[in-house]
């Protein structure tokens, strides 16, 4: 059934492009994005069969190079290993509509707490499967997330689908993404303010991979001989960290997580010492330039309010921060795009990857979900562990400082914890139920050890008291009578996988070539 909303805009369609009238039969809009929206179409074959398809509709502001991009990398790894295939193409003046085959689908959101063990396998190992195909001709998706890897549980297909943010690698098999000869961008060049080490250069290991090692940057000669980065294009965006020059003052290590230094903390002291009158107080900002001093503004104002504390405050969100490409969905996006770092790699969409497969293995979607980029690392930092993730920022030119030491979590314990929280009776309504059990896994994350303290089974919901915490909570209730569907069997070959996705360096995170070999899919084709 068609609304009035779709009814006008399919009309509109038909304007902009008359000659899909020609071939297909709009029946409704099925999805909408930032760039484009979807309809689904049908199309009368010359066996008078008919046929469905997905038009995607690119708004008219779409920058061209994108739109070729995407149509090359249809072209070149479409309609093998679960990958979309593109059939046609359609034109006038700026708008461009792109027919694919349409694949019936679930939603993840409807399937991810239903499905047995046994499909989450298989649903990660095709979605590996797509990326190792996409991978091994030098593109990178970008935008890895459940919405853009269609699943059909009845009859078991996958798709992934939409590369309107995908990039190619300097080693790139699809001709348009290849670096062009006199692009503006190849003259310019960028350095990194504060301490951060100049080149980013991937520690030695035995296999290196074209789908891991690879950078926007490219190497070239500077002036005094010696090496130095080149500004790498990104279809129709501009990477502002050019002819940044670091500032002497603010020698110190870029901050993205908003923490504060001790250096920092010797604010607070300030006003016992010296007025802000006597003594104007610096604050640099995070990309290590001197933002301003307190005798312009209220002390207030200039004090972190987080610095010891599990959150990010305003001040720490609104300085000034390295712009860096940040393509992705929010939730999905690795750390290293979070620290706005220009050494993105393949091993972007092998992190989404693995968000998708701890959504799976731990019954909660969506896992990480924050406004901002300094409250997404920080709910990473909840999971990996606050010195991982400070190694880890190291290989890719950053410097991550923590206030406290926060300890990697056991994610087998922290997983298998959450899926029984799914199965937990609640009463009430569907809503009401995902509801609550969604802030029952909300306490276990913030404190895996003794989370929900005291809580009891109530006959309508699932109340906190004071008690004997969580493992008497969940004992209260019998599952024996519950088919786990294979959960209760989980292999630790699961989450040693599910570690080497979340590694939080890119430059040892697993490929999708390794992953397919991995011990857990043994058996799988």
């Known amino acids: ?49 008919e046929q469905l398809f997905a038009l995607k509709h690119l708004v008219p502001t779409s920058h061209p190079s994108r739109i070729t991009a995407e149509l090359e990398c249809l072209r070149a790894a479409g309609g093998e290993d ?17 027919v694919m085959p349409y694949m019936k689908h679930d939603n993840f959101m409807d399937v991810v707490h239903v499905l047995t063990f046994q499909e989450a396998k298989e649903y990660i190992f095709n979605l590996l499967k797509a990326l190792r195909r996409i991978h091994s001709l030098g593109i990178v998706h970008r935008d890895v997330k459940p919405n853009n890897f269609l699943y059909n549980r009845q009859l078991k297909r996958y798709a992934l689908v939409d590369f309107g943010l995908a990039q190619g690698t300097p080693q790139t098999k699809v001709d348009f993404l290849m670096e062009k000869e006199g692009s503006c961008s190849q003259s310019k060049r960028h350095t990194i303010s504060g301490n951060i080490p100049r080149k980013v250069v991937p520690p030695p290991s035995a296999k290196h991979s074209v789908k891991r090692h690879w950078s926007h940057s490219q190497i070239k000669p500077g002036k ?35 923490s504060q230094t001790k250096e920092q903390s010797k604010l607070t002291e300030a006003p016992c010492r010296k007025s802000a009158a006597q003594k104007q107080v610096s604050v640099r900002n995070i990309s290590g330039g001197v933002a301003r001093n307190a005798s312009s503004t209220s002390q207030d104002t200039l004090i972190c309010e987080c610095f010891g504390k599990g959150m990010v ?81 190291k290989h890719y030119g950053k410097a991550v400082v923590c206030s406290k030491v926060i300890p990697a979590k056991n994610l087998k314990e922290l997983c298998e914890g959450l899926r029984r929280v799914c199965l937990v009776p609640i009463c009430g309504t569907e809503s009401d139920a995902m509801r609550e059990r969604n802030a029952l896994q909300t306490k276990m994350i913030e404190n895996q050890d003794a989370w929900c303290e005291g809580a009891t089974p109530s006959t309508s919901s699932a109340s906190t008291s004071q008690g004997s915490g969580f493992a008497s909570f969940i004992d209260c209730f019998d599952f024996g009578h519950i088919n786990m569907q294979g959960w209760d069997r989980v292999p630790d070959e699961a989450y040693h996988l599910l570690d080497r996705l979340l590694d939080m360096n890119p430059s040892t995170r697993i490929t999708a070539e390794e992953a397919m070999t991995h011990p857990l899919f043994r058996g799988l084709v």
């Not at 297909?24 to 689904?40: L, P």
């Not at 046609?88 to 708008?95: A, I, S």
């Not at 790699?345 to 701890?358: E, H, N």
């Open 224 to 258: 005094h001989g010696k090496e130095e980065p080149t500004q790498r294009s990104v279809f129709g965006e501009r990477n502002c960290n050019v002819n940044v020059a670091a500032v002497p003052e603010a020698n110190a290590a870029e901050k993205v997580i908003a």
């Open 1 to 49: 059934m068609q609304s009035g909303v779709d009814t006008g805009e399919i009309q509109r369609l038909y304007e902009v492009l008359p000659q899909l009238r020609n071939f297909f039969y709009i029946a409704q809009k099925i999805g909408e994005g930032t760039f484009s929206s979807v309809y689904v179409a049908y199309a009368k074959l010359k066996s008078g069969q």
């Open 313 to 393: 405050c305003n001040i720490c969100c609104q300085r000034e921060k390295q712009i860096a490409p940040r393509a992705g969905t929010p939730g999905f996006r690795a750390p290293e795009v979070l620290a706005r770092s220009t050494y993105q790699t393949t091993a972007i969409d092998m992190w989404s990857a693995g968000v998708i497969f701890l959504s799976l293995l731990s019954g909660r979607f969506h896992f990480f979900n924050a406004n901002d980029d300094l409250n997404a690392l920080a709910q990473i930092i909840a999971i990996r562990g606050s010195r991982e993730t400070s190694e880890g920022a």
């Open 82 to 98: 679960n990958v979309i295939s593109v059939k046609y193409c359609f034109r006038k003046n700026d708008h461009v509509v792109i």
